[in-house]
Every structure is written in structure tokens, then in C-alpha cells.
């Protein structure tokens, strides 16, 4: 478990919420004048507040005071009429912005290459996708809603008592840098520190997680001891960033109220005294007493709202990080296959999975003819499966290529090419949901007879059937167990209804017993015919069938021939058979 920095996302962009906020600033415009106009409208209240003091108070107009206060009431009436309208331009835009980024991150994931993947825990995307997009709502709503305005607020105020007595704000103004130098200096000792406790996080879910997914092999080990110290260790990492988190976020809090009250009884001060000496009326005193609390509203929401934005700056920058992130599939051919034949072809392929460890593939040549029905057998890890995620283009060779009728991969729109594929693999994943929409999945057009035509060639039908709900069955995280044949069965019926160019089982019948899969393997076989088939399988009994068997071994080429060609050299395959047909 190595430590986890930015760099493995291959990005150095360091992107806040703000440009964010300005990214969408279309969207939020409307919103945006309307939270403002809320506060501007009450600006002139300290110049009312004067003029009561200092004109209708003195000449004894009460007229005038009721006068004035019927001013102040409408002022309130347009606040709340500007209040309720930016709330609705408010609950509606911001909750479509983190729809629109949770799409962004999800469209995303659909490119990022297999490197990442495989590198990348399931729940530190999860994190990304369902914590951080409603972290930044979290963050938004509040910039929105609170900080805008009081900060349109309190600017208004200067401005507003600038105009009565320039040198009480001169006071004021001058303090304020002291005030942001002292809190420029937690924010960055924040930042660092909600970095750390980002990355404890996502460490933390990414382990539990997957420990939460493989509670069956942990117990069935007897590992939890061993487990529950390894997340533990996390978990007290996280704790320990958690505790700086609150220190340093209430340090700062002490510090901005103190600030904010020394503030205060200075303006009342130095006010008191221009006052004594004629420099300032009464009227003016009071409305800059009215003003101080709005102006430096800001330093207060600012800083309870602190901790809040940081989180959500952090959890924006997490996702950019994915958003941002080059380690994207290689592929941006645009040549979109009308028919594919089926002829693969690998060119000098050198593959690794990682740069800094010896290659997987060596040198790889070998031409599949379309419609030819090719095996790869061989021990485990002689790099069988890594050949079909090449085929597929899940991985791009280190060195050579691959070209499909002709054309090198580089070339290829990969998606349309895929969609010409299907693939059966050793742990048949199904989805939530029924078993025919399971089938249909990579076919979604398909009718019911279709479904069930190909369920049939699968020899799934019957066990489907005898099920309660027959193909109304729900299976999946939530539904019915199925066994590992019976999955495979499904999937591979899945594939069938594809009715693909090129097919591809990597021991897609290996969890079946052995009259089942005598009986899948024969309809297999019928529906090898005008498609190419590729086919893994250690039971050689499986590839029987096979036009060519092609013998791996640590990446290399070791024999190349047809079942009976290869069954009669006394090489690596003839071993293999005898040691299968060597009774236990
Ligand atoms: N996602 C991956 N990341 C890193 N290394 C991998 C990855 N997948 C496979 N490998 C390595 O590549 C080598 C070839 O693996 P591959 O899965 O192709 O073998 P295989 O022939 O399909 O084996 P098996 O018969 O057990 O399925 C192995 O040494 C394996 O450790
Ligand atoms: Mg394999």
C-alpha cells in the first residue's frame, strides 16, 4: 500500500472551485444578480439611520420618523421578493451542475485505460463519484446563498459610509490586511492538511470496500484478524488527519472572533472621539454602528464557512484529478468497420502491464485468419487473457501492433469494433436485474424470442425456466444466487444474442460439469461457423475443435498446430495432454 500522491493521475493541473463557479457562470448569472440585488437593496439603511438622528429627530418631525421607517419597510419587501426568487433560481441550478459533473466523472471512467484501473481502487472512484459531487454541492450552495451576498453586502457599506466620513473607514480598512496576512497563514496549513485527510479518505474507502466485497474469502480464511489490523491502520490515519483538521479549523475560529471584536470597540473609539471633536455628528456615529456588524459579516460567515469550502475545494480538485487525468485510452482512430471479418492479426507485439517489470509478451506474431476458430493453451499467467484484453484494446502493446482486416488498431474506432465483439470470461459477472435483461445487455434491440433462442443455445433455458420468475428472475447484487455455471450459462447466452464477428471465451465453460459443458461446447461449436473464434480453456478436451491450437508459454510462441498435428509431436502440448489424461 504505497503512498498515493496526485501524480499517479498523470496531472498537474491544480484547478479550484471558483474557476468551477466561473466555468458555469452562464448558468448561474441569473441566480447571482438576484442574491445581490437581496442585500444591495438594504445599502441605504445607514443613510436612513442618519437622517432620522441628525434631521427629523433634531426638528422633532415624528411625520418624518414614520416617514423614513415606511422607506426602510418597502426596502424589506423588495429584499424578500429578490430573496424568494434567487432561492428558486438557486434549487434549481445548482443540484443540475453536480448532476452534470457526476455524468462528466462517470463518461470519464468509460476512457480511462486499464493501467488506471487495475492501479485504482473501486471505492476511491466511488469516493470521487458519490462524496465529492455532493461535497461541492455542499460548498456551492452556501457560496451562492451566504458569502455573495453578505460579501456584496458589506462592500456596499464602505462604500455607503465612505461617503458620510472617510476617515472612519480609513480605521476600519486598515486593520483588515493585518486581519487577512494572520489568516492567510492557517488557510495554507489548512489546505495541506485537507489534502492529507483527502487521501486518508479515499485510502480508507478504497480498502473497506473492497475488504466489505471479499467478506466471504476473508472469513471463509480466517483472515479477519489480519484484515481488521490492515484497515484499522488506515482508519487511524485518517483519524490522526481529522484531529489536525479541527484543531486548525477552530484555531482559526478563536482568531477572527477576537479580531472581529477588538474591531468593533475601535471604530466605537475612535468614533466617540471625532465625535467630541466635531469632526463626525451623531448621525453619522450611529449609522456607522448600524454598518459595522455588516461589514464585517464577511469575516465571520467566511470563516465558519471555511472549513466547509476547503472540503469542497479539495473534493473538487479530487475530481478534477480524474477528469484531468491523461492516462486515457490511447485510441482516437475514427474508422468505423461496416462488416468485420475477423482477421487479428499481432505484429511483433511486446506488451507489459507495468513499465518497470519485464514484459508479459514477447515479441508476439501470429495471424488469425477470419472465420478461423484459433485456442491458446498454455500454464496460467503465460499470458492467454492479456492477448484477448489486446485484442480488445483494453491495454495498447509497449512495441508492434495489432491490425483487424488490415487495419492497425491506431485506426480503428475502438468502441464501434468492440460493439462487433463479445467475450465470455472465467468469473461471469451478471448486473442488477432480471435474467433477460442481463441476456440482452449487449443487445438491447433484441426481442423476447431472441432472448430465449439464445438462452437455449446456451443450454440455459431449462434451469431459467424451472426458476420461480423464469427470465423475470431478478440476479445480480440483490436477486437470486445463481452457481458459477449458471452464470457462465447466461453469459454466455449473452454473447450469443450478440451474434459477434469475433468471439471470445476465455474459460467461459470452465465452470460447468462436465455433460454441460460437452453439450455448450457442442453449440458452441455450431456457432463457431462464419465468425472468428478465439478460445482459452485448460481442459483440452475443450479445444479439440480448434482449426489451430497455439501453445503459450511466458509469453512466447511454443508450438503452433492443430489438435492432432500437436498431439503427435512430443512437445509442450503432448505434455500437457498426458498430464490430463493421467488418472488421479
Ligand atoms: N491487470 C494486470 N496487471 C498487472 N499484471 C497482470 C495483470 N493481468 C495479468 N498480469 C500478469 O500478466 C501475466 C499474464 O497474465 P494472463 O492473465 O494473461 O495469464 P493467463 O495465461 O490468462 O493465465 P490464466 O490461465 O491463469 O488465466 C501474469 O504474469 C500476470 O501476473
Ligand atoms: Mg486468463
Not at 448532476?99 to 481502487?121: P, S, V, W
Not at 477572527?256 to 467630541?276: D, H, P, Q, Y
Not at 431478478?474 to 444474442?497: D, F, M, N, T, W
Request: proline share 3%.
Amino acid at each position: 500500500m504505497g503512498k498515493k500522491t496526485s501524480t499517479e493521475y498523470q496531472t498537474h493541473k491544480q484547478s479550484g472551485l471558483l474557476e468551477f463557479i466561473w466555468s458555469e457562470r452562464s448558468r448561474l448569472k441569473k441566480v447571482t444578480v438576484f442574491v445581490m440585488l437581496r442585500t444591495m437593496v438594504l445599502a441605504p439603511i445607514p443613510i436612513i439611520t442618519r437622517q432620522i438622528v441628525d434631521h427629523e429627530v433634531k426638528g422633532g418631525s415624528i411625520f418624518g420618523v414614520i416617514q423614513m421607517m415606511l422607506i426602510v419597510l418597502g426596502l424589506i419587501g423588495l429584499h424578500v421578493i429578490f430573496t424568494v426568487v434567487g432561492n428558486r433560481e438557486l434549487s434549481r441550478n445548482i443540484p443540475n451542475m453536480v448532476l452534470d459533473l457526476r455524468a462528466r466523472i462517470f463518461h470519464k471512467l468509460q476512457f480511462m485505460n486499464f493501467g488506471f484501473l487495475d492501479r485504482t481502487k473501486a471505492g476511491r472512484l466511488l469516493s470521487k463519484y458519490a462524496f465529492d459531487t455532493q461535497q461541492v454541492e455542499g460548498t456551492l450552495v452556501p457560496i451562492i446563498h451566504d458569502i455573495i451576498p453578505t460579501l456584496t453586502y458589506s462592500i456596499c457599506m464602505i462604500v455607503v459610509i465612505t461617503t458620510m466620513n472617510p476617515l472612519l473607514t480609513v480605521v476600519i480598512v486598515l486593520m483588515l490586511p493585518i486581519i487577512a496576512a494572520v489568516r492567510m497563514f492557517f488557510i495554507n496549513r489548512i489546505t495541506q492538511n485537507n489534502r492529507q485527510v483527502r487521501l486518508a479518505r479515499e485510502r480508507l474507502t478504497g480498502t473497506a470496500s473492497e475488504y466489505i466485497s471479499a467478506l466471504r474469502l476473508v472469513r471463509s480464511l480466517g483472515e479477519e484478524k489480519a484484515v481488521s489490523s490492515h484497515l484499522d491502520s488506515h482508519s487511524e490515519g485518517f483519524r490522526a488527519g481529522r484531529q489536525k483538521q479541527i484543531m486548525l479549523n477552530t484555531s482559526l475560529g478563536v482568531f477572527t472572533f477576537s479580531a472581529k471584536e477588538f474591531l468593533s470597540i475601535l471604530i466605537v473609539g475612535v468614533g466617540a472621539i471625532m465625535v467630541v471633536h466635531g469632526y463626525a455628528s451623531y448621525g453619522v456615529l450611529m449609522a456607522f454602528l448600524v454598518a459595522l456588524p455588516v461589514i464585517l459579516m464577511p469575516i465571520q460567515s467566511i470563516t465558519s464557512f471555511s472549513q466547509q469550502y476547503f472540503l469542497g475545494q479539495e473534493s473538487y480538485r479530487s475530481i478534477r484529478e480524474l477528469l484531468d487525468s491523461g492516462y486515457v485510452e490511447r485510441w482516437n482512430g475514427d474508422y468505423i468497420p461496416q462488416h468485420i471479418r475477423g482477421e487479428i492479426n499481432f505484429e511483433h507485439v511486446c506488451f507489459t502491464y507495468d513499465e518497470k517489470k519485464p514484459d508479459v509478451l514477447h515479441d508476439f506474431t501470429l495471424k488469425v485468419n477470419a472465420g478461423e476458430h484459433v485456442a491458446f493453451v498454455g500454464p496460467s499467467g503465460s499470458g492467454k487473457s492479456t492477448l484477448v484484453s489486446l485484442i480488445l484494446g483494453l491495454y495498447a502493446p509497449r512495441k508492434g501492433r495489432i491490425l483487424v482486416d488490415g487495419m492497425p488498431q491506431e485506426r480503428l474506432a475502438m468502441r464501434q469494433f468492440r460493439r462487433r465483439c463479445a467475450i465470455v470470461m472465467q468469473d461471469s459477472m451478471l448486473l442488477s436485474g432480471t435474467i433477460t435483461e442481463n441476456i440482452r445487455f449487449g443487445q438491447p434491440e433484441a426481442n423476447m424470442e431472441q432472448v430465449r433462442e439464445a438462452a437455449r443455445l446456451a443450454y440455459a433455458e431449462d434451469f431459467i425456466d424451472e426458476l420461480d420468475d423464469g427470465f423475470d428472475t431478478v440476479v445480480g447484487e440483490r436477486g437470486v444466487a445463481l452457481s458459477g455455471g449458471q452464470r457462465q450459462r447466461i453469459a454466455i447466452a449473452r454473447a450469443l444474442l450478440r451474434n459477434p464477428s469475433i468471439l471470445i471465451l476465455d474459460e467461459a465453460t470452465s465452470a460447468l460439469d462436465y455433460e454441460s459443458e460437452r453439450q455448450v461446447q457442442a453449440a458452441l461449436n455450431n456457432l463457431s461457423k462464419g465468425r472468428t473464434v478465439i478460445t482459452i480453456a485448460h481442459r483440452l478436451s475443450t479445444v479439440k475443435n480448434a482449426d489451430r491450437i497455439v501453445v503459450l508459454h511466458k509469453g512466447h510462441i511454443k508450438e503452433v498446430g492443430s489438435f492432432e498435428e500437436l498431439a503427435k509431436l512430443d512437445g509442450a502440448f503432448a505434455h500437457l495432454l498426458a498430464s490430463q489424461n493421467t488418472p488421479s
